[in-house]
């Protein structure tokens, strides 16, 4: 396995094992912040550093497995435009009402 610096970060060319580290670090530190407050993803960007298209691949991962959901549609505090507030702590998930949708009494 190659290894490459370039810029003072250590880069294989292997099986990407760096790489994946970096992620894995990256997730973490979006999970995390996501955690701690409902944010936007650009507000998470700007307090994490991380590229907002990494942590939209991230936001679609986990709302695939159900880590993550919408608390609430409101003005992002950044850009000042409507924006999805996303938490991954499942104690600020909305409740779902989906049994009481047709009105049919069955809970």
């Known amino acids: 396995m190659r290894n490459n610096i370039h810029n003072g970060v250590k880069k294989s ?19 995390a912040a996501l955690y701690r407050q409902p944010k936007t993803m650009l507000m998470v960007a700007d307090e994490t550093g991380i590229l907002r298209a990494n942590i939209c691949r991230y ?14 549609v409101s003005k992002c ?25 047709f009105g049919d009494g069955r809970n």
């Open 13 to 31: 060319f292997g099986k990407g094992r760096t790489k994946d580290r970096q992620i894995q670090a990256q997730m973490k530190k979006v999970f």
């Open 77 to 101: 505090e950044i850009t000042r435009h409507p924006a999805n507030y996303y938490t991954t702590n499942p104690q600020l998930f909305p409740k779902c009402n989906q049994s009481n949708l």
């Open 59 to 72: 936001v679609a991962r986990w709302r695939k497995s159900k880590c993550i959901d919408v608390v609430k």
